[in-house]
């Protein structure tokens, strides 16, 4: 398997729910993070969360990393239509100066 | 606040055509990344540069594949003699320093290329 796989593939929920997105990876790293990418266009950072950390907060995101189990979740609460994009987890793996994607979650916010 | 830019949006070239690739990454910043994207699948590095060379390539970035910085504010990847495979959106990034681990990756909306 690659690092940064992300689960599910697709996500599918009703607007006003919680998403939850989840991120595998397999070698250690400096830190993870989130991005957000809307159909056809570059991707926007949303968050970064250290190795040390094990929770973080921004706005309606929640992200954890548990190192042990080397994963990482995000958390989108209360989503709105405009949330619908895909989420990729990118991992900062230590010696490496670059960023390894996963192959994303697509999600979709029903109105 | 200040962003990658990136030309052209989408090119279409004919198979074994050169094609350049252009951006202007964040005027402060010293990383400097390719990225490509195979449409609707995962996001595949290609490359990395610092201090006017590559530190780093994946094994997609073949002989084919050429970066430069030409004159200080543009950075460019060249595809010498363009396949089907390559068809894909090529993404430029950058970050203003790589201390302490890759921060924040700032991107470009993109270079769609098409190769028919």
């Known amino acids: 398997s690659q690092q940064g796989e992300e689960d599910p593939q697709a996500l599918s929920i009703q607007e006003g729910e919680n998403a939850t997105m989840n991120c595998s990876y397999k070698?250690?790293?400096?830190?993870l993070q989130w991005y957000r990418q809307n159909s056809g266009r570059g991707l926007v950072h949303l968050i970064l969360i250290r190795s040390n950390e094990r929770e973080k907060h921004s706005g309606r995101l929640r992200v954890t990393l548990d190192t042990s189990k080397k994963s990482s979740s995000l958390l989108i609460t209360a989503s709105r239509a405009a949330d619908t994009a895909s989420y990729f987890c990118?991992?900062?793996?230590?010696?490496?100066?670059?960023?390894?994607f996963g192959q994303g979650t697509r999600l979709t916010i029903n109105p | 606040e200040p962003e990658v830019t990136q030309t052209p949006s989408h090119q279409v070239t004919q198979m074994g055509q050169e094609v350049i690739l252009r951006c202007v990454p964040i005027?402060?910043?010293?990383?400097f990344y390719w990225y490509r994207q195979i449409l609707g699948q995962k996001v595949e590095f290609l490359v990395s540069f610092y201090n006017n060379e590559i530190s780093e390539k994946s094994e997609i970035f073949d002989d084919q594949f050429s970066v430069e910085r030409p004159d200080g504010s543009n950075f460019t990847l060249k595809i010498r003699s363009t396949k089907l495979e390559d068809s894909a959106m090529y993404f430029c990034?950058?970050?203003?320093?790589?201390?302490?681990?890759?921060?924040?990756?700032?991107f470009g909306e993109g270079s769609r290329l098409t190769v028919l």
């Open positions: 005027s402060n910043h010293l990383y």
């Open positions: 990034a950058s970050i203003p320093t790589g201390a302490g681990g890759t921060g924040e990756l700032f």
């Open positions: 990118a991992t900062d793996i230590w010696g490496a100066q670059k960023l390894v």
């Open positions: 070698t250690s790293i400096n830190n």
